[in-house]
């Protein structure tokens, strides 16, 4: 096949292009606390896991790789959050990046996995290029989809007490709830097992599980915001 020219003859080899590259926010609760993994990079710091997408490959199959090479995290499922182009963005030349984001429990990540602390949106570490503004808009991302449906990332497992669901949407929020207030809001998503905890000590509190294809009440949202973060800067 001949290849394409436009009408000057000019074919897409001679116009200026930037490289593409992958980077994926993973956030996750730990000791009530959202953190975000990160890698060590070998000239920059702490940085997102990320990669260059090779030839004819999808953006999305390059974050998997990312993860799987950089992180040792497989069999992810994970959403773009948006393009980062700005042109100066990489001291090493024109590179645009596309962010991924997603959330996954501790357990799914390695022992080892290195995590930074979130506060207010904003990694408590500083982090290579913009990749704490990528972590404010998967904070952003995450507050969103959880006031939507009940745990859609399966943060603390498929049983819980309705007590560590709000401990849950505390830490995501970084708002304390009021437990009747709490209750109220998610108990449309909720469905009882017919269990109870077997935690010791204190009373054993009857266990759920999300209520398959139910939304959460348009008031949730703003009961549950704490901070609300900037995506802007």
Partial sequence: MAEWRNTSGKTLRDY??????????????????????????????????????????????AAERALRTKAGVEDVQMHQLAIFDEPTRDYRGWVMSMAYGTA????????NAVLVGVTGGEPDQSLAWDHAR????????????????????????????????RHLYE????????????????????????????????????????????????SAAGVFEGHRIDVTR
């Fill in 16 to 61: 200026p292009r930037p490289s593409l590259a992958v980077d994926v926010a993973v956030l996750t609760v730990v000791d009530a606390r959202l953190h975000v993994l990160v890698v060590e990079s070998p000239h920059d710091g702490l940085a997102l896991p990320g990669t260059f997408v090779h030839p004819d490959e999808r953006t999305h199959d």
């Fill in 134 to 165: 990528m972590v404010r808009l998967a904070v952003a991302d995450l507050r969103a989809r959880y006031a939507d449906e009940v745990d859609p990332d399966n943060l603390i497992g498929h049983q819980f007490t309705v007590l560590e669901l």
């Fill in 104 to 111: 996954l429990a501790r357990d799914r990540l390695p022992g």
């Fill in 171 to 218: 830490a995501v929020y970084e708002n304390p709830l009021p437990k009747d207030t709490f209750r109220r809001q998610v108990s449309d998503g909720l469905d009882s097992t017919g269990k109870v905890s077997s935690s010791a000590g204190g009373r054993p509190a009857e266990l759920y599980r999300r209520r398959a294809g139910t939304y959460l009440p348009r």
